[in-house]
C-alpha cells in the first residue's frame, strides 16, 4: 500500500503492464534502503543516502539497458521479416 500511495502522491496514473512494474521497482528501492539503514549507522545517514542514490542510479541503468534490449530485439524482428 505504501509504494502505491508513493505513486499517487507522484502523479501516477498507470494501469497497464508499467504499473506493476513501476511498484516493483519502487518496492525493491525502499526494501533494500530500509534494511540497509537498520544495518549500517553513519551520522546523518549519510551512507545509507548514498546507498539510495547508486540504487536509484542502478534502477535508471536497468530501465535503459531494456529499452535499448527492445530497440535491438525489434530491428531483428523487422529486418529478418517476422
Aim: proline share 1%.
Amino acid at each position: 500500500m505504501l509504494v502505491d500511495e508513493i505513486w499517487h502522491a507522484a502523479g501516477d496514473n498507470a494501469s497497464d503492464i508499467d504499473w506493476y512494474a513501476k511498484r516493483t521497482v519502487l518496492a525493491r528501492l525502499y526494501l533494500t534502503t530500509e534494511i540497509y539503514m537498520l544495518t549500517y549507522t553513519s551520522p546523518d545517514f549519510h551512507d545509507t543516502w548514498a546507498f539510495l542514490d547508486a540504487r536509484v542510479k542502478d534502477a535508471f541503468d536497468l530501465k535503459k539497458t531494456i529499452q535499448e534490449l527492445h530497440q535491438t530485439l525489434l530491428g531483428i524482428i523487422l529486418i529478418g521479416g517476422y
